[in-house]
Each structure stands twice: as structure tokens, then as C-alpha cells.
């Protein structure tokens, strides 16, 4: 099992920046760094959108809109994944919650972007991110 602690959200102003943070409590610490993770936000009206994934190895890929502005990474030795925000506009106010996909045995290292909301196993309570102009 595997749960899912959101933190950093807030109120900022366009242009500003922010850092999530995701603390994961599992079983085990290999399934935590063998996991693919990610980054999703669901704004009011509209359905959940990927906005960065990070596989085992550190590989990373991003949602168009916010590619060169967002950075997502993990430090698999405190279990927690970031995700660094900057030059934030108004259409980057939503709910951000992370997800886990852990490897599926026998193999031991998830090592794909998986950018579907139904691929991933746990997810957070997440965190609301609001922009203002």
C-alpha cells in the first residue's frame, strides 16, 4: 500500500512560483524508487490532465502547456516528489494531486511515462494551486 501526502499549494500571482511536494508512506522502499510517478491537476468543469511524469530512472516528460516552466523530480531517499513551478498563469489554477504507479512484479523498476490518469494505483488528496492577475 501506498499513501500519498500533498503539500506547497497556495494563492500567487501570475508570474510567480510555487514547489509541491508529495511524501509517500509505502511498504517498501524499493517499490517507492521503482515507481513511475506524476503530477495531475483537474480544474473546476474540466477532467483530470497529466502535467509531468518521472519514471525510475529520472526520465521526465511534461504536458505541452507547461513544458520549460514546470520541473518534476524525486528524492527516493525521503520518499517525496516535487514539482517546481514557475512563470504561473492564470490557466495554472486547479487541483494537484500525485500519482504512483509502482512496478508490476517481477519486475522491479518502472521504467516508462505513463501519461493516463487511470495508469496510476495511488493517488493524493492533492493540493489547490490558485493564479491571480
Known amino acids: 500500500q501506498v499513501q500519498l501526502v500533498e503539500s506547497g499549494g497556495g494563492s500567487v500571482q501570475a508570474g510567480g512560483s510555487l514547489r509541491l511536494s508529495c511524501v509517500a508512506s509505502v511498504a517498501s522502499e524499493y517499490t517507492y524508487s521503482g515507481s513511475c510517478m506524476a503530477w495531475f491537476r483537474q480544474a473546476p468543469g474540466k477532467e483530470r490532465e497529466g502535467v509531468a511524469f518521472?519514471?525510475?530512472?529520472?526520465?521526465?516528460n511534461y504536458a505541452d502547456s507547461v513544458k520549460d516552466r514546470f520541473t518534476i523530480s524525486r528524492d527516493n531517499a525521503k520518499n517525496t516528489l516535487y514539482l517546481q513551478m514557475n512563470s504561473l498563469n492564470l490557466e495554472d489554477t486547479a487541483m494537484y494531486y500525485c500519482?504512483?504507479?509502482?512496478?508490476?512484479?517481477?519486475?522491479?523498476?518502472?521504467?516508462?511515462?505513463?501519461?493516463?490518469?487511470?495508469?496510476?494505483?495511488?493517488w493524493g488528496q492533492g493540493t489547490q494551486v490558485t493564479v491571480s492577475s
Open positions: 500519482a504512483v504507479r509502482p512496478p508490476s512484479l517481477p519486475i522491479t523498476h518502472c521504467s516508462a511515462i505513463y501519461p493516463h490518469h487511470y495508469e496510476y494505483n495511488y
Open positions: 518521472i519514471d525510475s530512472s529520472g526520465s521526465t
